[in-house]
């Protein structure tokens, strides 16, 4: 029998899907520092970004033979020792992208119209309703702005297309990619579909255009946004990172909104996770979420059927 540790949990859809199969899936979670004892009994492992599969872990563990990541990024696995010790790794990288996509927008009306900002502020048994309304009536529209998109994947193409049938200037930059054809539906009494060409820029150009940028890229293990980056930006504009902790100098961000240079930050990933900069948190600001990109019911369900999949097509269905 297959034994599978889903150390991070998994969708019932896809638990389903290889319990058919006759696979074991234990859900039990078992803490970093026991895996070493746990998981050579077992074939497969699949971890969010909680646990870390690091060489160590995998030198101590002979019999496996599959890693799955229930998500994007794999900076939490040894990648290359792993597939040279011959163990498949997977991801999921289009089974979050509309949700990781429509949290980024979430993030900037937010910001755009001070929601966040309103949230904390109006529930307050001293706040002052009149004051606040005041404060906040100079927020502005997302249409017509320009939209800078880093890394111009799956959920980047996502983000563009949301921004494009918004009304928002796209622009995009990747190394990868030169150009990318992004469908639009658009539905009234019948459905319309259009589709618009983005062609990349260089990251220079992003900086110095955007009202909006956002980060859509693996970790590189180094910010790629810091304070030379954000002085060739347009005072007031944007930053949105939903990507991975780190790929924007925290420090120079702060240092940013502080002086106001930046209007805002949107953030879902940070730096020391589980316990981010509680000056950055509590900036006015700043707008956060607690790494919750992918965590919609949605996704969680596309994200446990596709590494299902992946499993079965490794290992194959069991008699």
């Known amino acids: 029998m297959i034994k599978i540790l889903a150390n991070d949990g998994i969708h019932p859809d896809g638990k389903t899907l290889l319990e058919e199969a006759n696979y074991q899936v234990d859900t039990e979670k078992v803490a970093q520092e026991d895996l070493m004892e746990v998981l050579p009994s077992y074939d497969a492992i699949i971890v969010r970004s909680a646990t870390k599969v690091r060489k160590e872990l995998i030198d101590a563990c002979p019999n496996l033979k599959v890693i799955a990541r229930a998500g994007v990024g794999l900076d939490n696995i040894d990648v290359d020792y792993a597939r040279d010790k011959g163990i498949a790794v997977y991801n999921t990288p289009a089974a979050s992208s509309q949700s990781v996509a429509e949290l980024v927008f979430t993030h900037m009306f937010s910001l755009a119209r001070f929601v966040h900002r309103s949230n904390r502020e109006l529930v307050a048994d001293d706040a002052n ?189 069991l008699d």
Do not use: W
């Open 129 to 317: 309703f009149k004051a606040l309304k005041k404060a906040y009536s100079e927020g502005t529209q997302l249409r017509g702005k320009t939209l800078g998109i880093i890394g111009f994947g799956r959920i980047g193409q996502e983000v563009a297309r949301i921004g494009i049938g918004m009304g928002m200037n796209v622009l995009a930059s990747d190394p990868m990619v030169d150009e990318a054809d992004i469908d639009i539906m658009l539905y009234a009494t019948k459905s319309i579909r259009l589709t618009v060409t983005v062609e990349t820029v260089d990251f220079e150009e992003v900086l110095a255009q955007s009202d909006f940028i956002t980060f859509h890229v693996p970790s590189v293990g180094r910010a790629l946004i810091g304070k030379d980056e954000i002085a060739k930006m347009k005072d007031g504009s944007f930053i949105i990172n939903t990507a991975r902790g780190g790929i924007a100098d925290e420090d120079a961000l702060l240092e940013a909104l502080k002086s106001g240079k930046l209007g805002g930050a949107a953030l879902d990933v940070f730096v020391n996770e589980p316990t981010p900069n509680p000056e950055l948190l509590q900036h006015p600001s700043v707008s956060v979420t607690p790494h919750i990109g992918a965590s919609t019911v949605e996704a969680q369900a596309n994200i446990g059927r596709e590494l299902a999949d992946k499993i079965l097509e490794h290992f194959g269905a």
